[in-house]
């Protein structure tokens, strides 16, 4: 079993910023691609940004400029920085990590999501 612990959200005004950390635990033998989602009411849910096991990244052309995405292969741990945020920011946001277990096994888990609210 893989565990994915959110943290970092909360309600920012516009053009403020936010950290949402993201830690994997349990049987894990090794991590491949991190990525965070989004999902606004009444929207389905985007991917915001990805990273490789070779740190390679892609974002969704809406935050690209302001976003980074992270990650701290020691601490199996994804970041999201998020500068100049926006109100068409808020959503749940959702990490989404993806590698093998001890036991060779391949696993794509979630996290359990986190609030990010911008006010304008």
């Known amino acids: 079993q893989v565990q994915l612990v959110e943290s970092g959200g909360g309600l920012v005004q516009a053009g403020g910023s936010l950290r949402l950390s993201c830690a994997a635990s349990?049987?894990?033998?090794?991590?491949?691609?991190m990525g965070w989602y989004r999902q606004a009411p009444g929207k389905q849910r985007e991917l915001v940004a990805g990273?490789?096991?070779?740190?390679?990244?892609n974002y969704a052309d809406s935050v690209k400029g302001r976003f980074t995405i992270s990650r701290d292969n020691a601490k199996n741990t994804v970041y999201l920085q998020m500068n100049s945020l926006k109100p068409e920011d808020t959503a749940v946001y959702y990490c989404?990590?993806?590698?093998?277990?001890?036991?060779?096994?391949?696993?794509?888990?979630w996290g359990q999501g986190t609030q990010v609210t911008v006010s304008s």
């Open positions: 989404n990590v993806e590698g093998g277990t001890a036991d060779y096994r391949s696993f794509r888990s």
């Open positions: 990273i490789s096991g070779g740190g390679s990244t």
């Open positions: 349990g049987s894990i033998r090794s991590i491949y691609a």
